[in-house]
Structure formats: structure tokens, C-alpha cells
């Protein structure tokens, strides 16, 4: 996904093995980028990882200077060298801040693709990337699996005592963060739903909007996904749920380029001809912020750019769609009810605050103003910013499950600056940022809700409607 220029005739003479673990060839595109670095620093009070930590190893100008020594032969690819790339949440606050805008995520990533083509990738790993993701009908099958183990209780009881903690804190970890209540799945929810939520069916020859269904919502929060189908409807839109499969990005964060780009085509196989849709939504700014960059992905392939560009086009996150089609006012032009008359009498507004996905917000979609404005719109609320609003909040992924004490420091400073706006709400527009948000606000004692915006505007017109 590099649109780093190739490097130029000046750089570094690697060529001929001048030691015995020469660069990956591929980090010759990025010579030219990283030669840019002037080691100025304006990366490292931004970087959510020095911010939680104070470790200046692993911002963006140590990630680039330790790229560049291996380019220009000074450093090999060797594990010990991962540490500092694998510290990384690909947030790009670096990229923002820096006067070159040094792409320290396609460093990054160039990175993992590297190392794993040098010293392997792990079979469970190849399987998920390759095997399962790809096949969603298989990934429902093994989720349900899981969910019936769960229960039965018996794998949280070994969570709460502690047993599982002391086999693997990883797993700990990731069944705290995925700590649900099993239940159906959003794509078995969604073929029980009835009609439109709001009383008033889309008329026939209303906008058809494809919908995204993100992973995190079909296993994890399937609630924002009808939440989501029931605002898209009450905003007088016909909806088709598309028959896709994880968008990618998990894959792409890894370096596993390849499994990313064969995701991307089997989605966009998936989805077919994207103009029969008005749009397609996404309420997960982590796969809308992917999918729109999947012609990025597939630059080097004629024969899906043009399907990729076309994917792009039509793309929409959640609260960008919302706004572009007339805001929350459409839905009670659609529903005939009055645009007055919220959830919360006069007096008792509910103090929600948001936190902006690194995908959704300036640095990848640039969808800033949008998702504020639709919550300074509701009627029931008092919007309030928090400090650092913009700040990844330590999920990227599987991050938060690999180093969970760094996560932990990045969401307790999180959760800090929320409780200071004294929100009860916290609203966003990622599952991932959902879960991490949850778990930090319990770690720190708060009884403040997580909701995904689609939510609060599925409240919002049901109580206009009354
Ligand atoms: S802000 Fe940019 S130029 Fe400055 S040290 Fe960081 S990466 Fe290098
Ligand atoms: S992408 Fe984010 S986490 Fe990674 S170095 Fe840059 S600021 Fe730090």
C-alpha cells in the first residue's frame, strides 16, 4: 500500500552482500521516504505508545533511523530489531505531526512483511490470514463453537479464578476485552429482523445503501448492527447487508500483504457491481477506513484497481453518510414525527463525550466534524470534548492483547481525560475501540456506557417517533 516514492539513483550500495543479512529488497521503495526523517522529534510527544510509556525507543524516529541504518547496511534484520516495529499501533499521530510526514506505518508494516518472509510467519497464524478469514461461513461456525463453550461458564469461571492468567494472560486479556454475553450472531439477527424498526417500511424505489458487516459487531456487539439498520431505514433507505468477509486489516497490520490483498479481492468479488448502491456503510471506521483503501492495496493490479476506486467512491462511514444525507432531521422527515422532542426532558441532559478511531478520524478518513456534529444534534445529550479525543486508545488490533501492560498505560490515560469531562456516554464508531474503551472505563472504576453512534441515533429517532 506504499505511495512512497521508489528509490532514487543516490541511495544506499547494498547491492553484492556487504553482509551476511542483507535489506529486503522491498525497503529500497522506501529509501527515499525515510532519507527525509531530519530526526527533529516533533513525532515523540504524539506517539500514544511514548505518551503512556516515556520510551523513546519505540517513536517514530528511532522505528525510521533503525530502517534507514538497515538499508544503508549498518543494522541487519534480526529479532532483536523487532521489538521497536512491533510497538506500533500504525495510528499515524507521527505521520501528523511530522514536518515530512514520514509514513511511519508503511515503515512499519514494510517491517513485519519483511521479517516474516525472513524468519516466518506461524502456522496458526497463515491459517487464520489465508484459510479462515477469507471463508466467513467457516469463521461463524468456529465463533458459534466458541460461544457455545462459553456457555457453559466454565471458561469464564477459569478467567475470574485466575487459571487461564496463569496459563496464557494473552487469553486473559482477550476474553476480557471480548467479554460479552454470547449470543446470535449480528447475520443471524439480521435474517430474524423484521421490517423497518421506526414503523415505516422504506418505500420501494427508495436509496439502496449496502451494509458492511464488520467482524467485531457479527461476533462481538451484534446489537450496533441492528442499531445501525434501524437508523439507515428510519433515514428512508433501502438496505442490503453485503455477503462480505473481514475487510483485511488485521492481515495488513501484520505484514501479511499478501492475505491482505487476497481479502481484498474476495470482498470485492463479494460485493459485485457497487452501482446498484447509492452508498456502502460501514458504522466501523477500521473496515470503512480499509476499504477505502484498498485501491492503495492493489495499485500493482490493473485488474482490480478500477473495482477497488470503484469500492472507494461509494464508501461511506456511518456518521459521514448520516450527514451528507440530511442528518438525523431526514429520519423524522421519513418517519412524519416532529424534529423536537428527545429522549431527555429539559434539565436532565446526559453528558456523553467521543473518542475518535485513528481510521475514522483526520489522519486516515478525515470524518471529524461529522460524528460531532450528529452528537451535539441529539436531543437528550450535552456533547463535551475530551483531551486527546484524537488519540489512539491502545486496541490497533490485536495490540492490546500482545502487550497489554503497554495497552493498559494508553487507556488508563484514556479513561483519565473521559472522566474529566464527567461523561456517563462515551460514543465512537469502532468495535475495537468499543471494547477497549469498555474495559478501560471498568479498570478504572467508571460506570460511564460505551456506545457506537449508530446507537445513539437509533435512541434518538425512536424517541422522536413517540
Ligand atoms: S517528526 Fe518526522 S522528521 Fe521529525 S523525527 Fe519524527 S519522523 Fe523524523
Ligand atoms: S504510528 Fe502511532 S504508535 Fe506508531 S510510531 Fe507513530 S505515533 Fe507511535
Known sequence: MSTVTERGAGGPAVAGGATKNA?????????????????????????????????????????????????????????????????????????????????????????????????????????????????????????RTVWALRRTGIPDLLRRTGVIGMIN???????????????????????????????????????????WISCGYNYVLPEVGIATLDVLEALGNRVAPLDNCCCGLAAYGYGDVEAAKELARENLRRIGDV??????????????????????????????????????????????????????????????????????????????????????????????????????????YEFREAMESDSCCGAAGTYGILHPETSGAIIDRKTGFIQDTGATVVATECPSCMMQLSYGLKRAGSTAKVKNISELCAEELRGRSK
Open 23 to 143: 535489506a529486503p529488497e522491498e525497503f529500497q521503495a522506501l529509501y527515499d521516504h525515510v532519507i527525509t526523517c531530519g530526526k527533529c522529534g516533533f513525532c515523540q510527544p504524539v506517539c500514544p505508545i511514548f505518551r503512556a510509556t516515556g520510551r523513546e525507543a519505540n517513536v517514530a524516529r528511532g522505528k525510521v533511523a533503525l530502517f534507514r541504518n538497515m538499508l544503508e547496511d549498518r543494522t541487519e534484520l534480526e529479532p532483536d530489531t523487532k521489538d521497536a516495529f512491533d510497538n506500533c499501533l500504525l495510528c499515524r499521530a507521527c505521520t501528523e505531526a511530522c514536518f515530512s510526514a514520514v509514513k511511519t506505518d508503511k515503515v512499519v508494516v514494510s517491517y513485519r512483511h519483511a521479517y516474516a518472509g525472513r524468519f516466518g510467519r506461524g502456522m496458526i497464524q497463515r491459517a487464520v490470514f489465508h484459510h479462515l478469514l477469507p471463508r466467513p461461513r467457516l469463521m461463524r461456525g468456529l465463533v
Open 169 to 211: 494472560p494473552k487469553i486473559q486479556r482477550a476474553m476480557e476485552l471480548g467479554g460479552g454475553t454470547p449470543g446470535a450472531l449480528l447475520t443471524s439477527r439480521i435474517k430474524k429482523r423484521g421490517k423497518a424498526a421506526a414503523g415505516t417500511a422504506p418505500a420501494a424505489d427508495a436509496p439502496l445503501v449496502g451494509y
Open 275 to 380: 452501482d446498484r448502491f447509492t452508498a456502502i456503510v460501514s458504522e466501523c471506521g477500521s473496515c470503512s477506513g480499509h476499504l477505502k483503501e484498498y485501491a492503495e492495496l492493489l495499485a500493482d493490479d490493473p485488474e482490480w484497481l478500477a473495482r477497488a476506486e470503484a469500492l472507494k467512491a461509494k464508501m461511506r462511514s456511518f456518521s459521514e453518510f448520516v450527514q451528507e444525507t440530511g442528518g438525523l432531521s431526514a429520519g423524522a422527515a421519513a418517519t412524519g414525527s416532529e424534529a423536537a422532542g428527545g429522549i431527555g426532558a429539559p434539565g436532565t441532559k446526559i453528558i456523553v463525550t467521543y473518542h475518535e478511531s485513528c481510521h475514522l478520524g483526520k489522519r486516515y478518513q478525515n470524518v471529524t466534524a461529522q460524528p460531532r456534529q450528529i452528537l451535539r444534534s441529539l436531543d437528550g
